[in-house]
């Protein structure tokens, strides 16, 4: 048996932090997959046009990013080591996701209005803050 460290509020915070985040990221991923009017609203034409044209491993890889990062964020908050393989698994397709959008598509001409390059990079800096958190909870035992 192990034993683990007694973690301190900024654990909890980060925690429930990321499980938000994934929560919104699944949001993000349902309005996308199913086009809600919601999500296609305020897109002109040519960025409709954009995002019904994406291939299917990058909706795959999508789904893929937000509910294993989701998962890893309720194991996370149950404090077991498994979290971090979630979190890997998330980083690594978002990652791809993210390289692809920006420069596999049009998107920055597209988009070009809102700040292309922001979310992108906050998705997998995010991804790679989790890992890393993940990584020194269990150094520290917080996570067994």
């Known amino acids: 048996m192990t034993k683990t460290n007694k973690p301190n509020v900024l654990f909890w915070i980060i925690g429930v932090m990321s499980l938000l985040w994934n929560g919104m990221g699944v949001n993000a991923y349902l309005q996308y997959a199913f086009k809600t009017e919601a999500s296609i609203a305020e897109l ?6 954009l995002m019904e044209g994406m291939p299917m491993w990058y909706t795959a890889l999508f789904a893929l990013a937000i509910f294993a990062g989701l998962i ?3 194991i996370l908050l149950l404090r077991k080591k498994m979290a971090i393989s979630f979190f890997i698994v998330s980083f690594m397709c978002a990652t791809i996701n993210q390289v692809y959008w920006l420069f596999g ?4 001409e597209v988009f070009s209005d809102d700040k ?7 998705i997998v800096v995010i991804a790679a803050f989790l890992i890393w958190y993940s990584k020194n909870q269990i150094a520290k035992s917080v996570l067994s």
Do not use: K, M
């Open 72 to 74: 890893g964020a309720v």
């Open 44 to 49: 002109n034409a040519e960025q409709i046009a």
């Open 105 to 108: 598509t049009d998107a920055i």
């Open 116 to 122: 292309p390059f922001l979310f992108p990079v906050l």
